[in-house]
C-alpha cells in the first residue's frame, strides 16, 4: 500500500485460496469468524481485490481493508 502511495490510518486482509468460484470463496471467508470480523469491521471503510490463478485454474484471491 505504502509502495502504492495509498495513505491509511489502519489496514486488514483477508487471502482466499483454492475455490473455484467467488461465491465460494466469500461463502468460506464469511464462514471463518476471524475473515468473517475483518469483512465486517466498520472501522475499515475502504477495500481493493487482487486476483490470480494457478495453473489449474485455482484462485487466490487477496482483500486489503483500509482506512
Known amino acids: 500500500m505504502k509502495r502504492n502511495k495509498i495513505n491509511y490510518t489502519s489496514w486488514g486482509e483477508n487471502i482466499s485460496y483454492r475455490y473455484e468460484t467467488a461465491f465460494h470463496s466469500h461463502e468460506g471467508l464469511m464462514n471463518s469468524l476471524g475473515h468473517r470480523n475483518m469483512i465486517l469491521n466498520t472501522k475499515l471503510t475502504k477495500v481493493f ?7 489449474n485454474d485455482m484462485a487466490y484471491l487477496t482483500l486489503k ?3
Open 49 to 55: 481485490a487482487g486476483t490470480s490463478f494457478e495453473e
Open 65 to 67: 481493508y483500509y482506512k
